[in-house]
């Protein structure tokens, strides 16, 4: 079989790849997108549940984040409002106790402000996007999400509160978690918990992400070969020989690298890529929670639940109502708690949190353990955010890399991989010009 030949592979059709391609292929290149599934997205798959649509991967988006709102308002589709949470029950030290919404958020701010205000983070950080000044902030990456919490102080409530809602945005547990990693949404987010809790989740799409990012390679008419998972990458001086795992090759003078962090080590690159690149994928980002999806029949209300670090889910919200049908998303940081497509273990785990609450039907995915995501959201471990911004501050001789992990604003967003997809479009186009 005879080698295909490109101006550039990139390998991954995420955000970040999409993105890259579509840029590269309009400044003229002969583009190829190469993906290891049977469809394009990545950690972005819009499912149905019971005949309703549900994400199983990346949900909301929000104006705050340019990118992703860039492509939102291009892309022609709708825009949906979860709902605020109703009262919410809040288990505090093994007992639950109720609480208007109003309260919860402004525990919230409280809490927020004292962790994260009082660090001269607002001169810090005052630029979400001063990524290289990262390296000076080490100190701040060094140490957990767990750590600080045990400087605050809290009383119990706080605790519960706070913990859990950090909990749901680590989806990992918090003593994996760099502090640094959550002062960077905060900073991305205006300084502001209202704010920040609408980045995260009450914007989505009508028609799904997976319509959003169709839509944007279909419009940019991209090659994309599915079904195609790249087992290596072989550096020549002038070439690049990139392998599928059924022995299809293409030749390439650039490559994107657009894999999850955790997914670089199970490619080969010869020559071998850096120890730091290596080490850092292998060590891989944190975030390997659940995310469980769920319906019930005819409830009066819905119920809006908070639990602490150790408990199997730290939230579940009622998140849309379509006739009597009350759909809910549910976040823990364990992935492999429960199988969230088996409705006896859902109502298992349900059942601990409200006795009136009960599954119909649910669904999930378990991103942790497929081959091509390891994980869910990118989320630095300790020294994750200035070690990622070091290793990958250079291409690996005509490998670039893209990827949510690697954004200066939005680390670990939809927005995050379409930033960085535009960046090394132009790293890339920088490089051929500068050789012509
Ligand atoms: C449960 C969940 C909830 C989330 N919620 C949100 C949210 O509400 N808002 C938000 O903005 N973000 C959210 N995210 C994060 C968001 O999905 C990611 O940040 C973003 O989609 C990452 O894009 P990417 O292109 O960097 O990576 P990916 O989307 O992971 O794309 C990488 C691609 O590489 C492919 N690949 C892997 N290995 C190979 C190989 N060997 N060969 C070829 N191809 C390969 C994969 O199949 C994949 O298509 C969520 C993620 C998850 C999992």
Same mark, same amino acid.
């Given at each position: 079989? @005879?080698?295909?030949?490109?101006?550039?592979?990139?390998?991954?059709?995420?955000?970040?790849?999409?993105?890259?391609?579509?840029?590269?292929?309009?400044?003229?290149?002969?583009?190829?997108?190469?993906?290891?599934?049977?469809?394009?997205?990545? /950690?972005?798959?819009? #499912?149905?549940?019971?005949?309703?649509?549900?994400?199983?991967?990346?949900?909301?988006?929000?104006?705050?984040?340019?990118?992703?709102?860039?492509?939102?308002? %291009?892309?022609?589709?709708?825009?949906?409002?979860?709902?605020?949470?109703?009262?919410?029950?809040?288990?505090?030290?093994?007992?639950?106790?109720?609480?208007?919404?109003? /309260?919860?958020?402004?525990?919230?701010?409280?809490?927020?402000?004292?962790?994260?205000? *009082?660090?001269?983070?607002?001169?810090?950080?005052?630029?979400?996007?001063?990524?290289? %000044?990262?390296?000076?902030?080490?100190?701040?990456?060094?140490?957990?999400?767990?750590?600080?919490?045990?400087?605050?102080?809290?009383?119990?409530?706080?605790?519960?509160?706070?913990?859990?809602?950090?909990?749901?945005?680590?989806?990992?547990?918090?003593?994996?978690?760099?502090?640094? #990693?959550?002062?960077?949404?905060?900073?991305?987010?205006?300084?502001?918990?209202?704010?920040?809790?609408?980045?995260?989740?009450?914007?989505?799409?009508?028609?799904?992400?997976?319509?959003?990012?169709?839509?944007?390679?279909?419009?940019?008419?991209?090659?994309?070969?599915? *079904?195609?998972?790249? %087992?290596?990458?072989?550096? =020549?001086?002038?070439?690049?020989?990139?392998?599928? %795992?059924?022995?299809?090759?293409?030749?390439?003078?650039?490559?994107?690298?657009?894999?999850?962090?955790?997914?670089?080590?199970?490619?080969?690159?010869?020559?071998?890529?850096?120890?730091?690149?290596?080490?850092? #994928?292998?060590?891989?980002?944190?975030?390997?929670?659940?995310?469980?999806?769920?319906?019930?029949?005819?409830?009066?209300?819905?119920?809006?639940?908070?639990?602490?670090?150790?408990?199997?889910?730290?939230?579940?919200?009622?998140?849309?109502?379509?006739?009597?049908?009350?759909?809910?998303?549910?976040?823990?940081?364990?992935?492999?708690?429960?199988?969230? @497509?088996?409705?006896?273990?859902?109502?298992?785990?349900?059942?601990?949190?409200?006795?009136?609450?009960?599954? =119909?039907? #649910?669904?999930?995915?378990?991103?942790?353990?497929?081959?091509?995501?390891?994980?869910?959201?990118?989320?630095?471990?300790?020294?994750?955010?200035?070690?990622?911004?070091?290793?990958?501050?250079?291409?690996?001789?005509?490998?670039?890399?893209?990827?949510?992990?690697?954004?200066?604003?939005?680390?670990?967003?939809?927005?995050?991989?379409?930033?960085?997809?535009?960046?090394?479009?132009?790293?890339?186009?920088?490089?051929?010009? *500068?050789?012509?």
């Amino acid at each position: 079989m @005879k080698d295909e030949i490109f101006d550039v592979v990139v390998i991954g059709a995420g955000f970040a790849g999409i993105t890259a391609a579509r840029e590269l292929k309009n400044h003229g290149y002969k583009v190829v997108v190469l993906e290891a599934r049977d469809r394009i997205g990545g /950690r972005v798959w819009t #499912s149905e549940l019971e005949g309703h649509k549900v994400e199983l991967g990346a949900t909301w988006i929000h104006w705050f984040q340019p990118y992703i709102w860039a492509e939102f308002m %291009r892309s022609e589709l709708t825009l949906h409002e979860d709902p605020f949470l109703p009262p919410i029950t809040v288990w505090v030290e093994g007992t639950p106790q109720e609480l208007e919404f109003d /309260r919860f958020r402004e525990i919230l701010q409280d809490v927020w402000g004292r962790f994260a205000g *009082d660090t001269e983070l607002g001169h810090l950080m005052e630029q979400p996007y001063e990524f290289e %000044r990262l390296a000076e902030r080490s100190s701040l990456d060094e140490i957990t999400i767990q750590d600080k919490i045990g400087e605050l102080g809290l009383s119990p409530l706080e605790e519960a509160v706070f913990a859990a809602e950090i909990s749901v945005q680590t989806n990992a547990p918090p003593e994996n978690v760099s502090y640094l #990693s959550q002062l960077r949404w905060w900073s991305a987010s205006g300084w502001d918990v209202g704010l920040m809790v609408d980045c995260l989740a009450r914007y989505k799409t009508n028609e799904g992400n997976s319509a959003l990012i169709e839509k944007m390679a279909a419009r940019a008419k991209l090659d994309i070969r599915l *079904d195609s998972p790249v %087992r290596s990458v072989d550096q =020549t001086d002038a070439l690049t020989v990139i392998a599928t %795992r059924d022995g299809r090759r293409f030749t390439s003078k650039r490559v994107v690298c657009a894999l999850p962090m955790n997914c670089i080590k199970s490619v080969e690159f010869n020559p071998p890529l850096g120890q730091e690149k290596m080490s850092l #994928s292998q060590e891989e980002h944190a975030a390997k929670g659940m995310k469980v999806l769920f319906t019930t029949e005819g409830e009066p209300e819905g119920h809006a639940i908070v639990a602490p670090p150790g408990a199997t889910l730290n939230l579940l919200n009622p998140i849309r109502e379509e006739g009597s049908t009350r759909i809910y998303v549910g976040f823990g940081t364990d992935g492999t708690a429960f199988d969230p @497509k088996n409705l006896d273990e859902v109502n298992h785990v349900l059942a601990d949190l409200h006795p009136e609450l009960k599954a =119909t039907a #649910s669904t999930g995915h378990d991103w942790s353990n497929d081959e091509f995501s390891l994980g869910t959201w990118h989320m630095p471990r300790p020294g994750q955010n200035v070690g990622v911004e070091q290793a990958f501050a250079e291409a690996e001789g005509k490998v670039h890399f893209a990827g949510d992990y690697l954004a200066k604003g939005w680390v670990g967003f939809m927005d995050g991989a379409i930033e960085s997809g535009f960046l090394v479009a132009d790293e890339i186009h920088k490089a051929f010009e *500068d050789k012509s």
